[in-house]
């Protein structure tokens, strides 16, 4: 219906598709308590629709909470309460009509670790997609299978990706989905609940900035706000340029697009207009992915 134009850039401007999209990036303190959890996400889905977003996003694990920070462990972990408030969020996405992007788990089998993903649901209600975190860390492979795709959709004209956390750090997972044609990143974090400052306060909104300005991409980052947090969910512009909430306040941070919101404190610019290269060979995950058939359906349950 719309067609993005995804190759007319200049130094100051980028041509995007007309139709307006209205996206909400959230954070809120997430734990281990999934109906805590849910409360939150319930609540800020009403919120963002009554300012008529279109999408929203929340963190990494954003239902589940994550391990072992919020949860000792999926050993005994409540899927059946998982999936009754997963439906609730679904329902909820169906009623203010908005589309819902949420950190979660995915059950595979009691045999296989379950995938770290986003579940992807449409207002329609629907998981029509969901974004497993391929790069995994060490800590996380104790407790997740890895994916092993990439997910795009296409909302208004606008083709926007999906990515979790430690995919930050890899500039092939970019490079990836730029050569799909994907303008918005939703890339989804936990870096909280640490009891001081780290290094990832420093890095990755640096990360974020970077990986905006060296693909000319709009980047929408939630992270969780549970004390401490190491920086505040914020959306980056492909100038490099960011926007950010307060750190350790739950709220919404609104972006709507097309995006003419220049930064007024410099000229804004772009650059990096040559892509890269795209290798055939690239592996784009650690660890094994499953291939069972809970994995490969992407629009399957919790």
Not at 109 to 114: A, Q, Y
Request: aromatic residues 12%; glycine residues 6%; charged residues 20%.
């Amino acid at each position: 219906m719309v067609i993005i134009m995804l190759s007319a850039y200049c130094q100051n401007s980028i041509i995007f598709s007309q139709e307006k999209l209205k996206v909400a990036v959230c954070q809120f303190p997430v734990s281990g308590d999934i109906k805590s959890n849910a409360e939150y996400i319930e609540k800020y889905i009403k919120e963002a629709a009554l300012n008529k977003a279109d999408i929203i996003q929340f963190s990494e694990a954003a239902l589940t909470g994550y391990p072992p920070q919020d949860i000792p462990s999926f050993g005994n972990f409540d899927w059946d309460d998982l999936r009754m408030e997963t439906r609730k969020i679904m329902s909820l996405a169906e009623k203010n009509k908005i589309w819902v992007v949420v950190g979660s788990a995915h059950y595979i089998s009691d045999d296989e670790k379950p995938l770290y993903c986003l579940y992807i649901i449409s207002s329609d209600g629907k998981i029509i997609d969901r974004y497993d975190k391929s790069m995994l860390t060490g800590g996380d492979m104790n407790y997740y299978t890895p994916g092993n795709h990439i997910t795009v959709i296409e909302l208004k004209g606008y083709k926007i990706g999906f990515l979790i956390c430690y995919d930050s750090c890899f500039p092939e997972m970019y490079n990836i989905y730029r050569h799909k044609g994907v303008k918005i990143m939703i890339h989804s974090f936990y870096n909280a609940h640490f009891d001081e400052r780290t290094i990832l306060d420093e890095i990755i909104p640096s990360e974020i900035r970077v990986r905006a300005s060296d693909n000319l991409m709009w980047v929408l980052a939630s992270n969780s706000s549970g004390t401490y947090s190491s920086w505040p969910s914020c959306i980056a512009r492909p100038d490099g340029s960011l926007e950010s909430l307060e750190r350790g306040v739950p709220g919404i941070l609104y972006r709507e697009f097309p995006d003419h919101d220049l930064t007024t404190l410099f000229p804004s610019w772009t650059h990096n207009n040559k892509m890269m290269y795209l290798p055939e060979d690239e592996i784009y995950h650690n660890g094994i992915p499953s291939e069972h058939p809970r994995a490969v359906n992407t629009g399957s349950q919790p």
